[in-house]
């Protein structure tokens, strides 16, 4: 298991813009990297995830609707930390944020790690 820690969640006004972090504790550059959110009453939503990559500039990344050409996920092999990079919020982008790794074999429903979350909330 790779233990995961989120940093960056916050309270911030629609249109604003945060940065959440993940540092594993262990290498994962060879894992698929995402971020999960939850909010009260819903579902969980994966919301983005990138592939394993060595220089990551042209990373393969993926995104739910609802967040693409606002997130951006990212992921520094070198601090070994994984980001999610987040504009024009809305305050239904309001929720519990969770970084997750899985092996490449694998799918997300046996996630490798999962992070305590971090909440973000955004405000009208």
């Known amino acids: 298991q790779v233990q995961l820690v989120e940093s960056g969640g916050g309270l911030v006004q629609a249109g604003g813009s945060l940065r959440l972090s993940c540092a594993p504790s262990g290498r994962t550059f060879s894992y698929v990297m995402g971020w999960f959110r939850q909010a009260p009453g819903k579902e969980q939503e994966l919301v983005a995830y990138?592939?394993?990559?060595?220089?990551?500039?042209?990373?393969?990344?993926h995104y739910t609707d609802s967040v693409k050409g606002r997130f951006t996920i990212s992921r520094d092999n070198a601090k070994n930390t994984v980001y999610l990079q987040m504009h024009s919020l809305r305050p239904e982008d309001t929720a519990v944020y969770y970084c997750?790794?899985?092996?490449?074999?694998?799918?997300?429903?046996?996630?490798?790690?999962w992070g305590q979350g971090t909440q973000v909330t955004v405000s009208s």
């Open positions: 997750a790794a899985r092996r490449v074999d694998t799918g997300w429903s046996n996630p490798a790690g």
């Open positions: 990138i592939e394993p990559c060595i220089a990551c500039i042209n990373a393969n990344t």
